[in-house]
């Protein structure tokens, strides 16, 4: 790959990175925000609420604003916004009102950092090599939720929480540099990152009817991913930390490791797609089922077989994690470019709702009906999820 591809790419990936980090940061810090703030369970999970809320409510929009301004502006947007509500939510975070704003200011990121990349990936990127560079860019989302998990507790510890996450509002202005230098413009078709194969590239798309029965389909899926990965990416380390026993540094690994192996996941996952004819419909089945498995090893871990939430955790990141990547990559490869940008929106609607819905219910349902409670929902929205995807295999 030329140095310019190579900089498109990790431009991508990184703006993955910034407009899903926060809620990652929030749950790797929760110990910490909890305790300073003397905030319940359900107030920490509200916070992603809001973000996810804003997000929702924006995606509708925000798809069609990508089609029409082009995914080099949204994309700026997305790194602004991200950078910002980072930053408001670490230096005006002393009262939970400035944490609430915070959340509010990075719900607009959510909402356009996906349909920007996704348009973005679907202009530039030739024809067979769509599954591993939307396999990377997704895996953007993992990598701050490596980062997150790893590196903020450990910061957190010597200099507090507020500077450990102020820190990171420096990722969005260095995805802004990046765009200016790396992310072509429209009219610049023939010398972007795949030349003019790239340019000339427009998929024909399936039949509009058809075209709505498939996104639709995606988007229940995706609302029943996002409860459980809003949930699980949420409070993981606080239930460990609750529950099990571990140390605030060593619950922060929980969700390093899930997210580490969500990006091999995510890379991983989108190589295979482009390798194979299977559906993608199966494989998003696969992901559901194994999720299932994941956070029933995850919930029923105890202080005395810890091991288990480890192996739940790892297995979280290799499946649940893992299907935005699968879901974005039939979005880039199926969808026409003219519409990326709304059907991504759609898609995200319903993930975002269930992102929204996810962690507030889970920290409800702990705080009056402990842990038991909140991991049996999130295991019966991957079941779910299970069954809808074998409807709609059966269905063809």
């Not at 939720?145 to 260095?174: E, H, K, M, T």
């Not at 199966?282 to 956070?295: E, N, Q």
Request: some cysteine; hydrophobic content about 55%.
């Amino acid at each position: 790959m030329r140095r310019s591809e190579i900089g498109f790419v990790v431009t991508l990936t990184l703006g993955m990175a910034v407009c899903t980090f926060l809620p990652y940061a929030l749950g790797a810090l929760g110990p910490f925000i909890t305790d300073d703030l003397r905030m319940t369970r359900t107030a920490l999970g509200s916070l992603t609420t809001v973000m996810y809320a804003v997000g929702a409510v924006l995606s509708p929009v925000a798809g069609p604003l990508v089609d029409r301004f082009g995914g080099r502006r949204s994309l700026m947007v997305a790194f602004a916004s991200g950078g910002l509500g980072v930053a408001v939510a670490a230096f005006a975070g002393r009262h939970y009102a400035g944490l609430v704003a915070g959340a509010g200011v990075f719900g607009i990121s959510i909402a356009f950092g996906n349909p920007a990349t996704n348009q973005l990936a679907a202009r530039v990127v030739q024809a067979g090599r769509h599954g591993i560079v939307t396999g990377i860019k997704q895996s953007g989302v993992q990598v701050g939720a490596f980062l997150a998990g790893f590196v903020l507790p450990r910061v957190a510890d010597v200099a507090g929480w507020r500077p450990a996450l102020g820190s990171c509002a420096l990722l969005g202005a260095a995805g802004l540099a990046l765009a200016a230098r790396f992310v072509p413009r429209p009219s610049d078709g023939a010398g972007t990152a795949d030349g003019a194969a790239a340019a000339k590239r427009v998929p024909a798309g399936p039949a509009p009817r058809r075209f709505d029965r498939a996104v639709n389909r995606l988007a229940v899926y995706a609302l029943l991913m996002g409860f459980g990965v809003g949930a699980v990416s949420a409070y993981l380390p606080l239930y460990a930390v609750e529950e099990l026993g571990f140390a605030r540094g060593t619950a922060g690994l929980t969700a390093a490791l899930m997210g580490f192996v969500g990006i091999l996941a995510r890379v991983g996952w989108g190589r295979r797609q482009d390798r194979t004819t299977k559906p993608v419909l199966r494989s998003l089945g696969t992901l559901a089922v194994g999720s299932v498995l994941a956070t029933l090893a995850m919930g029923t871990a105890a202080a005395r077989v810890s091991g288990l939430l480890w192996v739940g955790a790892a297995l979280f990141g290799a499946t649940a994690v893992a299907w935005n990547s699968l879901g974005m990559l039939s979005i880039v490869r199926d969808v026409e470019v003219s519409v990326a940008g709304r059907a991504s929106g759609r898609v995200l609607l319903g993930f975002y709702v269930g992102f929204l819905v996810g962690p507030v219910s889970f920290g409800w349902a702990v705080d009056h009906h402990g842990y038991a409670a909140g991991w049996a929902a999130v295991t019966a929205g991957f079941a779910l999820a299970s069954a809808l995807t074998l409807a709609w295999i059966w269905d063809g």
